[in-house]
Nanobody, 114 residues
Framework: VQLQASGGGLVQAGGSLSLSCSVS????????MAWYRRAPGKRREWVAF???????EYRGSVKGRFTISRDNDRNTVYLQMNNLKPEDTAVYYC?????????WGQGTQVTVSS
């Protein structure tokens, strides 16, 4: 099962975007879930994860600006991104945490202009 992210777009620095990742079945409910991103020319990196119990952790560079949440009834994981910076420009993906290689979807492009 591939996890498909949506909600990306082009935004000016300081703006906000809300990403979502929906999947069929009980994958979200049963797993720790995370958002990852890959910036141009860089390796994919973890951005934020949320445990099955609802505890969240964030990469230092996004702490205080991004919020991860989950809706188990809707099998959806969200990433609210505020005060976006040009360095947040990347393709964003959702997956389990730790990730499952077979679950990578196409991601959603986030572009932040200065």
């Amino acid at each position: 099962v591939q996890l498909q992210a949506s909600g990306g777009g082009l935004v000016q620095a300081g703006g906000s975007l809300s990403l979502s990742c929906s999947v069929s079945g009980s994958i979200v409910r049963a797993n720790n879930m995370a958002w990852y991103r890959r910036a141009p020319g860089k390796r994919r990196e973890w951005v934020a994860f949320i445990t099955s119990g609802g505890s969240a952790e964030y990469r230092g560079s996004v702490k205080g600006r991004f919020t991860i949440s989950r809706d188990n009834d809707r099998n959806t994981v969200y990433l609210q991104m505020n005060n976006l910076k040009p360095e947040d420009t990347a393709v964003y993906y959702c997956n389990r945490y730790p990730y499952e290689p077979a679950m990578w979807g196409q991601g959603t492009q986030v572009t932040v202009s200065s």
